[in-house]
């Protein structure tokens, strides 16, 4: 199989090549015994003979598994609805299995964890989320189906033994070189500005250096955000007070935020449950449905409100300038394979998929250089919030980082398509929602988002 690894990428495994031989750890690597997948090995066998919370969360453990640097483990618990004793079970099925079965995907909602777990019990290619994101960093767009990743993987092999070489190979005890591989993806998804800043005058300055330009995210809370309701508590009650006098029909009456027309979004997501929703069957679309699904979701507005002050798409003031020329990138994609469109927006709208699947298929799908991972983000919310408006909200960096950073736990937000950052905010957004809903019965995430949206305009006019 040939990959499409340009010269930069080369450069970094050269480079990685040679300072990881003499210096075998670093921030973010570790090519040290004992390796991630012998640790993994030795702490699954302790659960399924043990099932125990302890020893649940010694396993679940990002020292252990790739996949644990996203998924909290309370998490990962409450999306498997038996016992851990049934966990245990399901655990060791995996680890005995003598090939991957597709079907452990469809008992828990854990994504790209399952191809993980599988994996790192044996010996050949680690297939993880990491692994993925890692081949992206290298120009390799990771498939879908486990096999196809394997094969990926075991091309990349062949392609890291010629250029880096078996690093470890002189070493008293070298490590398997699939563990070396897992261990550079490690460093090319996790290494932060930080410490390619704090690298730059070491020993391992070159290759620190040589990741310059690969998009690294910074440490971040897992955790849940939590709204801090008494700095939100007078948004809020500005918000129910606009909402109850009429007040977001209209530029002349003033309210919390100054003068806003907001009646579109309602407009919008009627005419959508209305004429669209039962017009396509969106868990079902078809090859042939693309395109009119996409003039029937971006129609003009004036098709549906009753105002003169809109004449475009709805859409377009939930995308932002930038995000309506590049939704013309994605929608080209779409019409360029429909099928596959078809298929990945089908999931996309399905809710019997967990949201972090859908949007990384998503992704997987609709990633390309012409469209930005934040305006990807802000697209893909945008149909979510578009057909299920009170469950899901349209994301927009910007606004949705001043209301956080003044009203919740998180200090600040990660910019670009992050799946499970995004699914934190849907889940303190509807948080938001359910205490306007004590004084705005009818309150949706569509409240959510012109509170979120007017906030920075509040916040600016109290200063």
Request: proline letters at 5%; glycine letters at 4%.
């Amino acid at each position: 199989m040939d990959l499409p690894i340009g010269p930069r990428a080369t450069h970094l495994l050269e480079t990685w090549g040679v300072v990881a031989e003499a210096n075998p750890t670093g921030p973010a690597y570790d090519l040290t015994h004992p390796t991630r997948s012998a640790q993994y090995r030795e702490r699954l066998e302790m659960f399924v003979e043990e099932p125990s919370e302890s020893n649940f969360e010694a396993l679940w453990n990002e020292q252990v598994l790739a996949s644990a640097s996203e998924w909290f483990p309370s998490t990962a618990r409450s999306l498997w609805s038996g016992t851990l004793e049934d966990l245990a079970v399901f655990f060791d099925e995996i680890r005995t299995s003598g090939q991957y079965d597709d079907s452990w995907a469809q008992r828990v909602s854990w994504g790209q964890v399952i191809p993980e777990l599988y994996s790192r019990g044996r010996d050949g290619p680690i297939v993880s989320q990491q692994a993925r994101n890692g081949l992206r960093k290298f120009g390799i767009d990771p498939a879908s189906d486990f096999d196809e990743v394997v094969d990926q993987l075991t091309s990349f092999e062949e392609f890291y033994r010629d250029i880096s070489g078996h690093v470890t190979a002189s070493t008293t005890k070298p490590i398997p070189i699939y563990e070396e591989i897992d261990q550079l993806f490690a460093l090319v998804t996790t290494a932060t500005q930080e410490d390619i800043s704090a690298e730059a005058s070491g020993p391992r300055d070159e290759l620190y250096s040589a990741l310059r330009g690969y998009p690294a995210s910074s440490a971040t809370d897992r955790g849940p955000i939590e709204i801090d309701f008494e700095a939100a508590t007078p948004a809020i009650d500005g918000h129910i007070a606009a909402r109850r006098n009429d007040a977001y029909a209209d530029l002349e009456t003033d309210h919390w935020a100054g003068g806003h027309y907001e009646t579109w979004k309602w407009d919008f997501a009627a005419y959508i449950a209305n004429d669209v929703a039962n017009a396509y069957q969106l868990t079902d679309l078809s090859a042939d449905e693309i395109e009119p699904f996409f003039d029937a979701f971006w129609t003009n507005s004036d098709e549906y409100t009753d105002t003169d002050m809109l004449s475009t798409p709805v859409p377009q003031y939930l995308l932002g300038r930038w995000g309506v020329v590049q939704l013309g990138d994605f929608r080209e994609t779409c019409e360029e394979d429909p099928e596959r469109a078809a298929a990945v927006l089908s999931m996309l709208f399905s809710e019997d998929e967990h949201l972090v699947d859908r949007l990384e298929q998503f992704y997987e799908f609709a990633a390309s250089d012409n469209v930005s991972d934040g305006n990807l983000l802000r697209i893909a919310s945008t149909l979510l919030m578009g057909v299920y408006p009170d469950d899901y909200v349209n994301f927009q960096y910007q606004r949705f980082e001043t209301f956080f950073s003044n009203c919740s736990n998180a200090e600040s937000l990660e910019t670009g398509f992050d799946a499970r950052q995004y699914y934190r905010i849907v889940l303190a957004c509807r948080d938001l929602r359910d205490a306007m809903q004590s004084e705005l019965p009818d309150a949706s995430m569509l409240d959510v988002h012109t509170l979120i949206r007017l906030y920075q305009d509040f916040r600016d006019d109290s200063e």
